[in-house]
């Protein structure tokens, strides 16, 4: 029985330090369900699954194509926080 992948992404957005700080990998994985690792892509422009991989997991800062690629293949949640003691949460469904 194949369990369904659930991946759970913040996105760090507005005055939020790290979107300051790393604009280009905003997106973190908060967390996972029935996974530990996950494969995407190394580079933006291949396809899924095409050329260079890489394996990520909770904690792993994520370029946004990279978060596009989970979002696609993955059910996916998304929660934005835009600074410190505040967040707002939208669903994405993949």
């Not at 690629?69 to 993949?94: C, K, M, P, R, W």
């Amino acid at each position: 029985m194949d369990k369904i992948i659930k991946i759970h992404l913040t996105r760090y957005a507005g005055n939020h330090p790290v979107a300051s700080v790393s604009p280009d990998r905003v997106f973190e994985i908060a967390e996972m369900e029935n996974a530990v690792v996950v494969d995407v892509n190394k580079l933006a422009k291949s396809s899924y699954g095409e050329g260079p991989q890489i394996s990520v997991s909770v904690g792993d800062r994520l370029s946004r194509e990279q978060a596009i690629q989970i979002a696609d293949t993955y059910e996916t949640t998304l929660i934005a926080i835009t600074n410190t003691e505040e967040n707002t949460s939208s669903v994405l469904h993949g």
